[in-house]
């Protein structure tokens, strides 16, 4: 039975691998973690492929402390996350719509 367990898992991480190599699939994932993260409000995002990993680039806000790069620890062929996030602070204040303007 733990044979069986065991085959089970490495169909699983060859599936992963598998599907981790395909173009932009890296990027995707990234993108993918990230939007799961309920600390995290994406304004913008941008991932670029590096040689041994991928860049951010972007706006976000935070609401608490969240280690970007700890988030993508794990996904297969990210050995590098170079954070140029521009991170703000989440508004605690729920945001309304701005009055219309009118001309009288």
Known sequence: MTTAFHDHQQVEASRSSARL????????????????VPELEIE?????RTPCGVCLEGRIEVNGDVDIPKLLRGIPGLDEVINHLVV?????????????WRME
């Open 21 to 36: 190599a395909l173009p932009h699939s890296i990027e995707c994932e990234v993108s993918h973690r990230l939007q799961q």
């Open 44 to 48: 913008t995002l941008v991932v670029r």
């Open 88 to 100: 703000v602070p989440a508004d605690p204040k729920p945001r309304t719509e701005a009055a219309p």
